[in-house]
């Protein structure tokens, strides 16, 4: 239902923009937050937008670089990446929750998209 995309390889201090796109149901109503997980870590909150874009929250690591955004009308959330550091190197997931209010909470997530890989490199 949720289909994340715009990964690929990016050299240190390089941007990508992320998309996660709703299919099957709409989620304008809904939370939505963009979480990562490295290579042999826990899955870690990055980012979350409430419902109608009007408040965000982001993770320390990416605050000032990243910046969450969405299109209701287009079903469609972003994840503006610039700035990149090698430790910003993951899979990012979208995720949509079943409530308005943002949430930095794993547990606070219902719908998840599959992934896309972002690898910062030299």
């Known amino acids: 239902q949720l289909q994340a995309s715009g990964g690929g390889l990016v050299q240190p201090g390089g941007s990508l923009r992320l998309s996660c796109t709703a299919s099957?149901?709409?989620?304008?109503?809904?939370?939505m937050g963009w979480f990562r997980q490295a290579p042999g870590k826990e899955r870690e909150f990055v980012a979350t937008?409430?419902?109608?874009?009007?408040?965000?929250y982001y993770a320390d690591s990416v605050k000032g670089r990243f910046t969450i955004s969405r299109d209701n009308a287009k079903s469609t959330m972003y994840l503006q990446m610039n700035s990149l550091k090698p430790e910003d190197t993951a899979v990012y997931y979208c995720?949509?929750?079943?409530?308005?209010?943002?949430?930095?909470?794993?547990?606070?997530?219902?719908?998840w998209g599959q992934g896309t890989l972002v690898t910062v490199s030299s």
């Open positions: 937008i409430s419902w109608n874009g009007g408040t965000t």
């Open positions: 995720a949509a929750s079943r409530y308005s209010g943002i949430t930095t909470a794993y547990s606070g997530y219902h719908f």
């Open positions: 099957a149901r709409t989620v304008s109503n809904n939370a």
